[in-house]
């Protein structure tokens, strides 16, 4: 692996972008300090240049090389990085001027987390800078969680795919902004659900749905009504009952279990689990990507989803699923 890393490092020091691994889903890296580099990131993925990067640091001390964090939410962020980095949580602050403003679409804002993937730690203690690295797919398609699908995404578009496996927890970092609040707890505004969960982000703060935006400029175009989307529509179909198979039409099922209601409701073509047999939301949240993208190369007409319990990691299963379901 130490090869890789250093290949990696040649790569980004040269100014290139590599898709690295990291806990959530395969990031697609530049150095973060690199305005030509963080350019050939939204290139290479056809991002729109409104869409910022996340930021990674490979450690918590370096948090103040890329965000100037004010001394209202000093403690909290504090709190919040001892308790989730390295981990899947981003949390969103003032900028510091010498990061380029491509990088953060002219905010005054960064994104920034901190990885807890011992390839892309390695990495970025190896560079010795912040990186910037969103998720490593074409903009508004199904984020890669394997080394596989980083290549069905950008093959032949970047120099190299460091390949670390699956992704451990498979969906999208938690994003959060803070706001403090005179004689409260802080409130905690959610741009995105994801591993780090609502309820484990209550002790240190009251959270709340951020506003969503639908213009050309959303605050996080990870909260599009339609992202993460396979080519293939794809129907969240709430109630089995509901379902009104089209005459001809091929249908796959994206089933949680792999059995129940929805799988005996119709002869599909396939039916692809989240969590075959168990019914795990850890397990559902590792696979979501991957099972979409199965059925979406199934050759099928039409996706029918079937939601999964809203609590926990849930919210974010539902998140990604709603979005891929949204009209286009
Ligand atoms: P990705 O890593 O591809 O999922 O994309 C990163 C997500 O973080 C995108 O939805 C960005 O819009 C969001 N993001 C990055 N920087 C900021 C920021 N300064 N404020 C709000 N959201 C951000
Ligand atoms: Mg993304």
């Given at each position: 692996m130490n090869e890789a890393v250093e290949a990696a490092c040649a790569l980004l020091r040269a100014g290139e972008v590599v898709a690295l691994p990291t806990e959530t889903v395969y990031g697609l890296a530049a150095?973060?300090?690199n305005p030509e580099a963080a350019a050939k990131v939204f290139a290479a993925k056809e991002r729109p240049s409104f869409d910022p990067l996340i930021v990674h640091i490979a450690r918590r001390r370096e948090l103040s090389s890329v965000a100037c964090v004010p001394a209202e939410i000093s403690g909290t962020v504090e709190k919040l990085a001892a308790a989730f980095w390295p981990g899947p949580l981003t949390l969103i602050l003032p900028k510091q001027p010498e990061l380029p403003d491509i990088v953060t679409s002219g905010l005054p804002t960064v994104a920034v987390r901190c990885s807890a993937h011992p390839v892309f730690r390695a990495v970025g203690k190896e560079l010795g800078g912040p990186i910037a690295a969103p998720?490593?797919?074409?903009?508004g398609r199904i984020s890669p969680t394997s080394a596989a699908a980083v290549i069905k995404e950008l093959g032949g578009r970047i120099p190299l795919v460091v390949d670390g496996g699956a992704c451990p927890e498979g969906l999208e970092s938690t994003i959060v902004s803070i706001e403090t609040r005179e004689g409260k707890k802080p409130l905690f505004h959610l741009h995105r659900a994801g591993p780090v969960t609502k309820e484990m982000l209550q002790p240190f703060g009251k959270v709340v749905k951020a506003k969503e935006k639908t213009g050309d400029a959303p605050h996080a175009p990870g909260q599009l009504p339609s992202h993460y989307a396979p080519v293939t529509p794809l129907v969240l179909l709430e109630n089995p009952d509901d379902f009104k198979p089209e005459p001809g039409k091929r249908y796959g099922l994206l089933s949680y279990r792999g059995e129940g209601p929805y799988v005996e409701r119709h002869e599909w073509e396939v039916v692809e689990a989240l969590s075959p047999g168990s019914g795990k939301l850890a397990e559902a949240a590792i696979r979501l990507f991957h099972v979409m993208r199965v059925l979406d190369e199934s050759g099928v007409d039409c996706i029918v989803a079937e939601p999964v319990s809203e609590t926990g990691l849930g919210v974010a299963i539902m998140d990604r699923l709603r979005r891929a379901a949204a009209e286009r």
């Amino acid at each position: 692996m130490n090869e890789a890393v250093e290949a990696a490092c040649a790569l980004l020091r040269a100014g290139e972008v590599v898709a690295l691994p990291t806990e959530t889903v395969y990031g697609l890296a530049a150095d973060a300090l690199n305005p030509e580099a963080a350019a050939k990131v939204f290139a290479a993925k056809e991002r729109p240049s409104f869409d910022p990067l996340i930021v990674h640091i490979a450690r918590r001390r370096e948090l103040s090389s890329v965000a100037c964090v004010p001394a209202e939410i000093s403690g909290t962020v504090e709190k919040l990085a001892a308790a989730f980095w390295p981990g899947p949580l981003t949390l969103i602050l003032p900028k510091q001027p010498e990061l380029p403003d491509i990088v953060t679409s002219g905010l005054p804002t960064v994104a920034v987390r901190c990885s807890a993937h011992p390839v892309f730690r390695a990495v970025g203690k190896e560079l010795g800078g912040p990186i910037a690295a969103p998720s490593a797919n074409r903009f508004g398609r199904i984020s890669p969680t394997s080394a596989a699908a980083v290549i069905k995404e950008l093959g032949g578009r970047i120099p190299l795919v460091v390949d670390g496996g699956a992704c451990p927890e498979g969906l999208e970092s938690t994003i959060v902004s803070i706001e403090t609040r005179e004689g409260k707890k802080p409130l905690f505004h959610l741009h995105r659900a994801g591993p780090v969960t609502k309820e484990m982000l209550q002790p240190f703060g009251k959270v709340v749905k951020a506003k969503e935006k639908t213009g050309d400029a959303p605050h996080a175009p990870g909260q599009l009504p339609s992202h993460y989307a396979p080519v293939t529509p794809l129907v969240l179909l709430e109630n089995p009952d509901d379902f009104k198979p089209e005459p001809g039409k091929r249908y796959g099922l994206l089933s949680y279990r792999g059995e129940g209601p929805y799988v005996e409701r119709h002869e599909w073509e396939v039916v692809e689990a989240l969590s075959p047999g168990s019914g795990k939301l850890a397990e559902a949240a590792i696979r979501l990507f991957h099972v979409m993208r199965v059925l979406d190369e199934s050759g099928v007409d039409c996706i029918v989803a079937e939601p999964v319990s809203e609590t926990g990691l849930g919210v974010a299963i539902m998140d990604r699923l709603r979005r891929a379901a949204a009209e286009r």
